[in-house]
């Protein structure tokens, strides 16, 4: 009789503890952009629009367009001081500052060894993680010294998306998600059930399936559904406990309600 007691008591907290997260309707602002970028606590949104990236907040606009690399394929704010835009199709890192100024640029077709690259994020410091398509491996690369710090073993699975913070990385691949720290070791694998892309928020990982939002908390390996309207889900941002949706012409914003 104990036995089946204990059965039920655990099979009420794995049910409990996969409860979905619920949302609250905050705001709707209208949008015109092909890629939202971040948002940040003072208001500001970094989006990209016809391969021109723009700093928008409340008071005015900057931009920054460098026709030369032709295609922007992707940008990363997360060090608003040191903002990444990674221009693909020509292995190219531009690195800007708070004004959107160049600060520096890293070409990889001129490096010795030669590095393909297909993914960028933020790191620490001079740093940035990147991988190294012909390595197949995840490094942290020193951009003022042209130096990989560390790298990863090599990862046997096509990569979908990168995300960093200062101390760790998130690489989600088509069967995993590998999560390793600032020396490149493995800390986590998490298996890919049908995940596509992801965010990061304080160590935080919120991953997109279909047109649904799921969360994962820093240290966790449970990953919660997010309970969300429904509406077209293009992309989407989370800062703190705040969740933005944005679907092509209007940016929603909602509170997490996470216990």
């Known amino acids: 009789m104990k036995y089946t007691i204990y059965f039920f008591l655990c099979l009420s907290v794995?049910?409990?503890?996969?409860?979905?997260?619920?949302?609250?309707?905050?705001?709707?602002?209208?949008?015109?952009?092909?890629?939202?970028?971040?948002?940040?606590?003072?208001?500001?949104?970094?989006?990209?629009?016809?391969?021109?990236?723009?700093?928008?907040?409340?008071?005015?606009?900057?931009?920054?367009?460098?026709?030369q690399l032709s295609n922007l394929y992707s940008a990363n704010a997360f060090n608003p001081l040191k903002i990444n835009l990674f221009y693909k199709d020509f292995n190219t890192v531009i690195i800007l500052d708070n004004r959107l100024a160049e600060i520096y640029k890293v070409d990889f077709n001129t490096l010795a060894p030669y590095k393909n690259v297909t993914h960028i994020s933020t790191g620490h410091d001079n740093t940035i993680w990147l991988f190294n398509q012909d390595l197949q491996k995840l490094e942290v690369f020193d951009y003022k010294t042209n130096t990989t710090r560390a790298q990863t073993v090599p990862v046997n699975s096509p990569v979908l998306d990168l995300k960093s913070n200062y101390n760790f990385c998130w690489l989600l691949t088509k069967n995993y998600l590998f999560i390793y720290n600032y020396f490149g070791s493995l800390i986590q694998k998490i298996q890919n059930n049908g995940y596509t892309n992801m965010v990061e928020s304080n160590g935080n990982i919120i991953l997109k399936k279909d047109n649904s939002l799921f969360y994962l908390k820093k240290n966790q390996d449970q990953i919660i559904p997010i309970e969300t309207p429904n509406l077209l889900i293009k992309q989407f941002f989370v800062t703190n406990e705040t969740l933005y949706i944005y679907n092509t012409k209007i940016l929603q914003q909602f509170q997490l309600k996470i216990n």
């Open 14 to 67: 794995s049910i409990s503890a996969q409860k979905p997260i619920e949302t609250q309707a905050l705001s709707n602002t209208p949008l015109d952009a092909d890629t939202l970028v971040s948002l940040d606590n003072f208001g500001t949104t970094y989006f990209i629009k016809n391969d021109v990236f723009y700093k928008k907040t409340s008071t005015n606009n900057i931009t920054y367009n460098n026709v």
